[in-house]
C-alpha cells in the first residue's frame, strides 16, 4: 500500500525551529512518507537553522529577494506552492505560526483541497498591527485550516470563540521546547568565536543580558527608543554586558550599529540554534521582542523583559516570569534596572516553568496526524497535553 504522505512547509528561521522535531517525529514513523518544501522567505539564516538540525529539504522555491515586499512575495509563492502540492501530492499539509509562508501555503493548500494541520495556532493579541502583519497571517490561515495544534490553553479557547470545532483542535504544548530539549541534549561547540570569548571574558559580577529586536512594528522610532535604554542600562550599569546577535534586516543593523557603540554592547552576527541556546542558558535575563524567546526564556527559567506593546503569548506574563515594557525607555530601564539591583525581584521572575508544554508536544501532533489518517484507532488520554 502506498504511505500516506505529508508535506512540511516553512521558509524562516523560527519555523524551522519549531517543525524540525515534528519532521524528524514524523520520519521516525515507518507508516508515514514526509516530505519538506521550504520557500526560502529567508534564505541564510533558514540554512544555518537547517543545518543545525540535519534538515534538507526535497523542494526549494528559493523565493528570497533583497528589500523583498510582501506583496510580491505573496505572490511569487502561490503558484511556486500549488506547483509543489501537484507534484508531491500530499495527504496532508503541515505550517506553523504566523510568516506569510504559512499563510500563503494554507491559502494554495486549500485551493488543491489538501487538508492543513497549523502547528502553534490560536495565539491572539487582538491588535492587527502587533505583531505586523503576522495577527492578520494566523486569523486567515485559521480560517484555511482542518487541524489546528494549539499550544496552550489559552490558544485552545481562542480557536473555539472563533467557531473553530471543538474537535478539530488539539492541546499539544509548544515545539520549542521540544527543539530546546533536543538542543540541550547535545554536545555544545562555538560556531561564534566572538561570543565564545566574549562569555569567557565576563567577570564573576558581570551580569550577562540576552537582546533580540526584529519585529516590523519596532522599526524606525521604536528601536531607536529601544537603543536608547539600552545606552542608559551601559551607563547605569558598569558590570553590564549585552549580547546582541544583530538582525540582518538593514533597518535594524543600521540603528543598532550606529547607537550601541560601546564596548560591553556584544554585536554578533546571526547565532545557529545551538550558540543561541547556550547564550541564553548563560544569561541573566532577556530583553526581546521575539516570540521565540518569550517561549524559551520560562522553559529555561530566565526572566523576559518584552519589547513590545502587546503580546500573543501571555501565559509567561501571567506566570510573572516575563513582563511586557513596550518600547518606552523608562519602563525598560525601570524593569531591568529592578532585575539588575533587587535579587528579590529577580528570584520571583527567574523560575522555570512549564506554561509552553513538556517536550512532548511533536509526538502528540504526530500522532493526531497519523489518527487523521486513519493510521490509528484513535487518541490515548496521555497524549493530551496537561502543561
Known amino acids: 500500500m502506498t504511505k500516506p504522505r505529508v508535506l512540511v512547509v516553512f521558509g524562516t528561521r523560527p519555523e524551522v525551529i ?200 519596532n522599526l524606525g522610532g521604536p528601536l531607536e527608543s529601544i537603543c536608547e535604554a539600552f545606552e542608559i542600562l551601559l551607563r547605569t550599569h558598569p558590570g553590564l554586558h549585552l549580547f546582541y546577535p544583530v538582525h540582518m534586516n538593514p533597518k535594524v543593523q543600521a540603528v543598532v550599529r550606529r547607537r550601541l557603540r560601546h564596548p560591553r554592547a556584544h554585536l554578533l552576527a546571526a547565532l545557529d540554534y545551538f550558540d543561541l541556546v547556550h547564550l541564553l542558558r548563560r544569561c541573566d535575563f532577556v530583553l526581546t521582542d521575539s516570540g521565540g524567546l518569550q517561549e524559551e526564556g520560562p522553559s529555561l527559567g530566565k526572566p523576559v523583559v518584552v519589547l513590545r506593546r502587546v503580546t500573543e503569548r501571555p501565559e509567561a506574563v501571567e506566570a510573572g516570569v516575563a513582563a511586557l515594557a513596550g518600547t518606552d525607555p523608562r519602563a525598560i530601564v525601570e524593569i531591568s534596572s529592578r532585575l539588575l539591583q533587587d535579587p528579590s525581584f529577580y528570584a520571583g521572575m527567574a523560575r522555570k516553568v512549564g506554561v509552553y508544554g513538556d517536550g512532548k508536544a511533536s509526538a502528540r501532533i504526530v500522532e493526531c496526524l497519523r489518527h487523521r489518517l486513519g493510521l490509528r484507532a484513535g487518541m490515548p488520554e496521555h497524549y493530551l497535553c496537561r502543561a
Open 18 to 217: 519549531k517543525l524540525a522535531p515534528v519532521l524528524h517525529e514524523l520520519r521516525r514513523r515507518e507508516d508515514l512518507d514526509a516530505r519538506l518544501c521550504v520557500t526560502a522567505q529567508h534564505r541564510e539564516m533558514l540554512d544555518q537553522m537547517m543545518a543545525n538540525f540535519g534538515l534538507r529539504p526535497d523542494f526549494d522555491l528559493n523565493l528570497m529577494e533583497p528589500e523583498q515586499d510582501l506583496n510580491r512575495l505573496s505572490c511569487r509563492a502561490l503558484p511556486r506552492i500549488q506547483a509543489v502540492l501537484k507534484a508531491a501530492r500530499p495527504d496532508f499539509l503541515v505550517v506553523q505560526g504566523d510568516t506569510t509562508t504559512t499563510f500563503v501555503s494554507a491559502l494554495a493548500a486549500f485551493y488543491e483541497r489538501v487538508p492543513v494541520a497549523h502547528v502553534e495556532a490560536g495565539l491572539r493579541s487582538f491588535d492587527r498591527s502587533n505583531p505586523y502583519p503576522e495577527e492578520i497571517n494566523r486569523v486567515m490561515t485559521a480560517r484555511l485550516c482542518e487541524l489546528h495544534f494549539a499550544p496552550t490553553e489559552t490558544a485552545r479557547r481562542n480557536l473555539l470563540t472563533e467557531g473553530i470545532r471543538e474537535s478539530d483542535v488539539v492541546r499539544t504544548g509548544n515545539t520549542i521546547v521540544d527543539a530546546l530539549d533536543w538542543c540541550v541534549s547535545r554536545a555544545h561547540r562555538f560556531a561564534d568565536p566572538e561570543l565564545r570569548r566574549a562569555l569567557e571574558a565576563l567577570g564573576p559580577q558581570d551580569k550577562a543580558v540576552l537582546v533580540t529586536t526584529h519585529r516590523r512594528e
